[in-house]
């Protein structure tokens, strides 16, 4: 995806599994996981080539679960200032949901793949995907049958979009984190390049985070409350 940006945006928000969390979609939750299923079965290149139908089937499920859930009023007012600011705001996600899109918002990347698009591993096209994926599922593009996956990023391959988002970070002067607990990359990463750039730095989470020191602004407690205030409050010093 190319993202329409001239001159860079000014504000770069980095959502994670806290904000999908808030809308009732967490299938990646021990709670929420089937009793026969564990994470490296449906989140690894091995899990996959071990058992195909085991993790169709768990993508089939979560994709039923998201179409099913509507956005929360974090996500609709990420949309709201991405309207009221056209070409200043762009979210960058590790959420495999369309909940951001389905909102409004539509400068985004996931850097963890998307729940509603295929890749085949024949053609390697990927292609939008609603409906439940088989082993006779065809590949819209080359035709092949059997060789389609959802477009997630296996654990261990790099996240995509990040020749997109660090360019942005380089240049916004507002910059924050939602709903990313923990203190892996590329959420570290993204932190120390915003600071860099000397843009001022929020992180909205439940509770504390082990980066929590390292954020200007600490904004803690339900994301459908302290996010749509501070984007109410964004909007209006457009």
Sequence with gaps: MTLPFAPPPKIVVFTGPGLARAAGFAPFDP??????????????????????????????????????????????????LELTRPGE????????????????????????????????????????????????????????NGHLRPHIVWVGDPPLGLDQAYPALAHCTVYAAIGNGGGGEPGRGFLAAAKEAGAHTVEFAAELTPLSADYAERRHGPLVETVPEWARRQIAER
């Excluded at 089937?34 to 989140?43: G, K, M, S, Y």
Aim: charge should be negative; aromatic fraction near 4%.
């Design 31 to 80: 709670e929420a996981l089937p009793w026969d299923v564990a994470l490296d079965d449906v989140l690894t290149r091995a899990g996959f080539a071990r058992d195909p139908d085991l993790v169709r089937d768990f993508y089939n499920r979560a994709r039923r679960q998201s179409q099913a859930l509507p956005p929360s009023a974090a996500h609709e007012a990420l949309a709201a």
């Design 89 to 144: 705001v762009l979210l960058v996600t590790r959420n495999i949901d369309d909940l951001h899109e389905r909102a409004g918002s539509r400068a985004v990347i996931h850097t963890h793949g998307e729940l509603m698009q295929a890749r085949c591993g024949v053609c390697t096209h990927i292609s939008g995907w609603l409906d439940d994926m088989s082993a006779a599922s065809r590949c819209p593009v080359c035709g092949n």
